[in-house]
């Protein structure tokens, strides 16, 4: 079974994982529809797969579809399939993903993407258990159970009204939440150990191992793509590694550099907008707080090593207020 | 809840023996809303985790007596206390403890001078997790709930 395989990838030692995948396996056993909350990259359809491996269907087809891929006009004959003639093109009657996941599990990933339209036609599927597809004047009874997923916030896209809050209700039956990877930073080493062993497997030769400063590297890192940019990284890793010893130079530079940027943060622009005065004055008095940490107080260095004159790091620290840790923003 | 969303109201444990930071900290935190409750080492930590619940630890790593490692270790090596989330805020920028630290799964490891956005953003992300611990508590109750009837 496929989902074997994966199983260590979403289970990782974390509470809450551990605590999500019990959740997966209880709800596996219902009939019920569930709804996947969590940014892109960490293990969506894995959790999917998992529920219906361990569900009475494990037998009958899984049928993943992602309604953010395919064009809004084309999605819904995907889905509910097309009789003959139904539109310019369609030659020939056709089934839908629903159809062919007969008896089994739809996966609908992105559903935040749906249309308005199409989302009364899947309120109504759910509702009723039957679809029609284009063009047919009838409906046809389906048994299938509906797993759907999203990186949006859906409550939000509710209240923006951009998502229909009885289909918001009727597939939030039971929720699923997945955190992104830097919220169970404990996880990294158990994945990174787990994708080394798994890429080292499909090339015969590879026995690549990693350096501890590097795999610490790979802990503080923030992994905007989660799951899916950790297991990339370290499929290049293997694959590109020279000597099967992956050290901190052979790790991209975003990453070489997070530790340092962690302690003087990228400014960052936000929806609000900041003030720049205060930012700037802000990331100055960082600066002068650790040439001053690293001078133990000694002002005269301190201006030394910011390239300033003693009298002007005096009149600055004047302006700030306070001693040394009482810097708005810093503390030492 | 939105990850953005402020302020919270997690319950967090600070734990460093010098006076002014933990003085600096409470401010900070207590402007975001936290409730926080205050230890000023190792063992005053461990005391006070007995004592009550916390959904965040935020630990120095030198301290006399039972310093910040030590600390890990036993929250660890106790059921009810390895799901908390420690962030450990310590002058101490080499590998070696990073990689101590790591080994002891704490969930974030921040240098001093510590940057007040960057703790408070490395928070609610702590928080953030907890509470989704939380809403999958719900999630079991309510599938339990589907069995009974």
């Known amino acids: 079974m496929a989902v074997t395989m994966e199983n260590f990838v979403i289970k990782g030692s974390h509470p809450v994982m551990e605590k999500i995948l019990q959740v997966a396996q209880k709800v596996a056993s219902t009939d019920s529809t569930v709804m996947i909350q969590g940014e892109s990259g960490t293990g969506k359809e894995l959790i999917a797969r998992y529920i219906h491996a361990y569900s009475r269907r494990a037998n009958q087809p899984f049928i993943a579809v992602n309604c953010g891929a395919i064009p809004p006009d084309l999605l819904e004959s995907e889905m509910f399939g097309h009789e003959r003639g139904a539109f310019t093109g369609a030659v020939g009657a056709r089934m839908g993903m629903f159809q062919l996941a007969s008896g089994g599990t739809i996966f609908l990933d992105e559903i935040g993407e749906m249309t308005s339209t199409l989302q009364v036609k899947l309120l109504r599927v759910l509702q009723e258990r039957e679809i029609r597809p284009v063009g047919a004047d009838r409906t046809v009874k389906v048994d299938v159970r509906v797993v759907a997923a999203t990186n949006r916030d ?167 207020g306070g001693g040394a840790n009482q810097a708005e923003g810093y503390l030492i | 809840m939105s990850q953005n969303e402020s302020p919270t109201s997690a319950r967090v444990l600070i734990v460093d023996d010098d006076e002014n930071t933990l003085e600096i900290l409470r401010r900070w935190l207590a402007k975001e809303g936290y409730t926080t409750v205050s230890a000023a080492d190792g063992q005053q930590c461990l005391d006070a985790l007995a004592k009550e619940e916390f959904d965040i630890v935020l630990l120095d ?43 002891l799964g704490v969930s974030e490891y921040l240098t001093k001078p510590i940057n007040k956005q960057e703790l408070f953003s490395r928070l609610r992300a702590q928080a953030h997790t907890r509470e989704l611990d939380r809403r999958m508590d719900r999630t079991a109750a309510a599938i339990a709930e589907m069995g009974d009837d």
């Not at chain 1, 009727?170 to 169970?184: A, D, N, S, T």
């Not at chain 1, 002068?288 to 030394?304: F, S, V, Y």
């Open chain 1, 154 to 320: 859906l409550a939000m896209e509710v209240e923006k009204g951009r998502f229909r809050e009885d289909l918001y209700y009727r597939l939030q039956v039971i929720p699923v939440l997945l955190p992104p990877l830097r919220e169970r930073r404990s996880d990294i080493p158990v994945l990174v150990q787990h994708f080394l062993d798994k890429y080292n497997a499909k090339h015969d030769s590879r026995r690549c191992t990693i350096a501890d400063d590097a795999m610490v590297h790979l802990w503080e890192y923030d992994w905007p793509g989660n799951v899916r940019e950790l297991e990339n990284l370290v499929e290049r890793l293997v694959v590109l590694s020279e000597d099967a010893y992956v050290q901190v130079d052979h790790l991209p530079p975003n990453i070489r550099s997070f530790i340092s940027e962690k302690k003087i943060p990228r400014p960052s622009l936000t929806e609000e907008g900041i003030d720049l005065n205060k930012a700037v004055e802000e990331f100055e008095y960082r600066l002068i707080d650790e040439a001053l940490r690293r001078t133990k107080g000694n002002k005269q260095a301190a201006a030394r090593l910011l390239g300033l004159k003693r009298t002007t790091l005096v009149a600055k620290l004047r302006r700030k």
């Open chain 2, 61 to 103: 790593v030198m301290m006399p007596g039972v310093d910040g490692m030590q600390v890990c270790e036993r929250m660890r090596a106790n059921p009810e206390w390895r799901t908390i989330p420690v962030i450990l805020l310590t002058a101490k920028d080499d590998m070696e403890t990073r990689t101590r630290g790591m080994a």
